[in-house]
């Protein structure tokens, strides 16, 4: 497991550094990661839905007491079990995600993946 997340880890860096002089450095919270969490997250994932994780906010999503470990490491996406759910098809903990949906696709996982490698700011 850890295996296959780094390898996509090193995958996605390679695709940011071979066309970025600076990457990552545009990705924001609000502009870029907030909208895929809207358009394929939130109806399960916010007050009252099926699932206690709410990802309607930034504070909601970074400080998740659902859980008793984080689901966002600051710098660490292949740490971090948001990407573990939605990077991999049978995560250690839990179902993929979003549930018996599409999976995202390959840029919207790198787009969230590198706003956690850049340091999952408030941006
Ligand atoms: C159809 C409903 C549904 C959708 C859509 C959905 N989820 Fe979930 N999610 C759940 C449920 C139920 C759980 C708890 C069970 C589990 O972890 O498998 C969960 C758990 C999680 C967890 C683990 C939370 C914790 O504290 O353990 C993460 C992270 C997560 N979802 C992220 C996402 C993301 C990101 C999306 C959108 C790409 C998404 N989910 C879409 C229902 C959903």
Redesign the pocket.
């Known amino acids: 497991m850890k295996k296959s997340l780094s390898f996509i880890y090193a995958m996605s860096l390679f695709s940011i550094l071979s066309c970025n002089p600076d990457p990552g450095e545009g990705i924001s919270y609000i502009y870029d990661v907030q909208p ?2 809207n358009s ?6 916010s007050k009252g ?5 709410n ?1 309607t906010q930034f504070s909601s999503t970074t400080n ?4 008793n ?1 984080p ?1 966002i490491i600051a710098g660490f996406p292949n740490q971090s ?2 990407i ?3 990077a991999l098809p049978n ?1 250690s ?9 599409l999976r ?1 696709s390959d840029d ?1 996982i790198l787009i ?1 993946d590198t706003w956690i490698y850049k340091g999952a700011k408030d941006n």
């Open positions: 895929i969490f394929n997250c939130i109806d399960c994932h839905g099926s699932a206690n994780l990802l998740d007491s659902s859980n470990a689901i079990l948001l573990e759910k939605i995560p903990i839990g179902a993929a995600m979003p549930i018996n949906r995202l919207n969230i």
